[in-house]
């Protein structure tokens, strides 16, 4: 099979290689116009270069290459290239959460199982071009920053901001256009959601702009699943004026009886089920090994936050509140609270699965009893679990279902759930501990709706999981923009309707 193997040319030297795979050298080189700066499989330092983010999935690219041109004009490239089974990953930065197919990238463009070996890793992390247009206040970033730095330069920029995930580590590329969800989604929507423009490079190496006006099929299908599409490089976004003051609370409640858990649990998913509740409430339930809290930020003054009178809500729990003034001293605790808890940032052993819950299909009160005493009981394999509920609604339900490939339009409560091990991979217990409790959780429903970010190799129905009643419009998109497959991985759209819904199991 001939594949159009396209690849964005670099200005650096060139890492020195060693004798095996000659044709993919030769591919490379026949390729880049530019010099480049690429390392392949067998390189010394190559597992360095290569910065596995989950240790469970050990994938070996044959290739990494890191553009560093950051105006995609200067991006060169040339399309007719011969080459027999290689798919085309890309890693937008280091340090990325959500894929957990690839590397550490929240891009899925991995061939074969988990990301099998063999594909060519591009990491973008030099494309941190930013600019803004502060008469329209729509903001243009690279596709290689990080969300430390988008929220750095937005707020330098005008104090502006926009909505996203709370992992500062996390990569605009990916995170931009599989949701990226955040404390703000409530009021302004996600992540893509501000997304009003993206420079895209597809399968047959063309360089285009996608918008609501010009390629609107693509722009559809990367709002939600451009990793299947093409390489992001750029993106125009619209900004908000970023919140003056906020007040972050937690309560907390340390070693409860499964029925003290239940009941703060019923309290928290009332609290968060009233259609009334403000949008400027974000709110995250999350259960350890030991412990459980509500934590979030209010979007208000102090005055407006004591009016709620959250503590008589959430009785038992242990409150605490702190009050910012200034946005980015907000993001950073954000950050820190989730280093605190969880480590974020560091390579380990994982495996995460996600569900969630429309107004309609809240948990029952017996199933949430059952959810608690299945955790108090269950053999968990590890200690090193947690389960993330977290509060969505608000804007991102007031778009409609097949507005954007994304299609959990109706989502009021998202569970992420973990479990790891920094010692060796991830045992079947460890594994049918989360199962089991999704099963519980959602009273055996199939297909379970995922969320496109938490990827989750050992699911059946991965497409119509992650995106709902989309597949066969993704399907239509992705057989006009690339047809040969090049962008993808084990869960992604298809162009062949035998393999919309194939999927192969197995980390
Ligand atoms: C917009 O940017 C220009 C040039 O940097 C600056 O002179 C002007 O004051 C800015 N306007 C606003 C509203 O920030
Ligand atoms: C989305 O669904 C609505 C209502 O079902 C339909 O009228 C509309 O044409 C659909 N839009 C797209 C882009 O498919
Ligand atoms: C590349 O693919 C796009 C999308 O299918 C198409 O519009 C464009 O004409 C193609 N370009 C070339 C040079 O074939």
Redesign the pocket.
């Given at each position: 099979m001939i594949l159009r193997l396209l690849l964005l040319a670099v200005g650096a030297t060139w890492v020195p290689f060693s004798g095996s795979n000659a044709a993919l050298k030769s591919c490379f080189k026949n390729t880049l116009i530019d010099r480049g700066s690429f390392a392949f499989a067998g390189d010394l330092f190559y597992n360095h270069i290569v910065n596995r983010y989950n240790l469970n999935i050990p994938v070996t690219p044959a290739a990494m290459a890191f553009p560093t041109v950051p105006q995609s004009t200067d991006i060169q490239s040339r399309?007719e290239v011969e080459d027999t089974a290689m798919a085309i990953t890309v890693r937008l930065q280091r340090y990325l959460l959500t894929d957990y197919f690839s590397l550490k990238t929240n891009m899925r463009y991995v061939t074969g199982l988990g990301g099998t070996d063999g594909a060519v890793a591009i990491d973008l992390k030099h494309l941190q071009q930013f600019s803004m247009d502060n008469t329209t206040w729509q903001a243009t970033i690279g596709a290689g920053s990080l969300l430390s730095d988008v929220t750095q330069r937005l707020y330098h920029a005008g104090g502006r901001t926009m909505s996203h995930g709370i992992c500062p580590q996390v990569s605009s590329g990916g995170h931009f256009t599989i949701g990226g969800l955040g404390p703000t989604s409530r009021q302004f929507g996600t992540a893509f959601d501000h997304v009003l423009e993206v420079e895209v490079v597809?399968?047959?190496?063309?360089i285009?702009r996608a918008s609501g006006t010009a390629n609107k099929d693509?722009f559809w299908a990367i709002k939600g699943a451009a990793s299947g599409y093409g390489i992001i490089t750029e993106f125009k976004v619209r900004t908000e004026p970023e919140p003056g003051t906020a007040v972050q609370y937690a309560y907390s409640l340390e070693i409860g009886s499964p029925k003290d858990q239940a009941a703060l649990f019923k309290s928290w998913q009332a609290f968060v089920s009233d259609p009334k509740l403000t949008r400027k409430m974000a709110s995250t339930l999350t259960v350890l090994e030991h412990s459980m809290a509500i934590s979030g930020t209010f979007f208000g003054t102090r005055e407006e936050y004591d009016k709620m009178n959250l503590g008589k809500r959430f009785p038992g729990a242990h409150g605490s509140v702190l009050v910012f003034d200034d946005w980015l001293g907000i993001v950073v605790h954000w950050a820190q609270d989730l280093v605190l808890k969880f480590g974020a940032g560091i390579p380990t052993n994982f495996y995460a699965k996600s569900t969630s819950w429309t107004p309609q299909t809240l948990m029952t009160p017996e199933t949430i009893d059952r959810m608690f005493d299945y955790i108090g009981t269950i053999n968990k394999g590890t200690l090193g679990w947690f389960l993330l509920f977290d509060f969505q609604g608000g804007y991102t339900n007031d778009i409609r279902i097949n507005a954007t490939s994304y299609a959990h339009r109706d989502v009021l409560i998202w569970l992420q759930s973990y479990t790891l091990d920094f010692f060796g991979h991830i045992s079947q217990t460890q594994i049918d501990f989360l199962g089991g409790l999704n099963k519980i959780v959602t009273n055996d429903a199939l297909p379970y709706t995922a969320y496109p970010g938490y990827v989750d190799p050992l699911m059946s129905n991965g497409p119509e999981a992650y995106w709902g009643t989309n597949p066969p419009r993704l399907q239509q998109i992705k057989e006009?923009?690339d047809p040969n497959n090049v962008f993808r991985n084990p869960q992604s759209p298809s162009p062949t309707k035998e393999g919309e819904y194939r999927c192969q199991k197995g980390l």
């Open positions: 399309p597809l399968a047959n190496s063309s285009v693509l006009q923009v």
